[in-house]
């Protein structure tokens, strides 16, 4: 996808989370408005159960995200935070 001007994006990470679990949280996050998410692949190439298979999770705030919709998404993370433990936060961009 995309940047147009005055959007923001998160990457963050979820070790460990199966890619079911990854799915639910950007289909939650969708739901915000002015939200947008997608998964990008593990960086690893040899299959392993250990290991998720999702690297994480991009999430990209469009000109309509306020800062309802933000605290809207810190809510969502901190929920799935509390499941299954913290997440890490990979990049931040802004354009």
């Not at 990457?11 to 990854?22: D, K, Q, R």
């Not at 306020?66 to 993370?77: C, H, K």
């Amino acid at each position: 996808m995309q940047m147009s001007q005055n959007q923001f994006k998160d990457e963050v990470e979820f070790p460990g989370l199966p890619l079911t679990v990854y799915r639910e949280i950007a289909a939650h996050l969708q739901q915000v408005d002015g939200v947008e998410t997608g998964l990008y692949p593990a960086a690893h190439q040899q299959f392993d159960y250990s290991y998720s298979q999702i690297g994480g999770l991009w999430i990209q705030y469009d000109q309509h995200a306020d800062l309802i919709s933000r605290e809207r998404v810190a809510q969502i993370l901190a929920y799935y935070q509390n499941c299954y433990g913290a997440f890490r936060k990979l990049n931040s961009a802004t354009e």
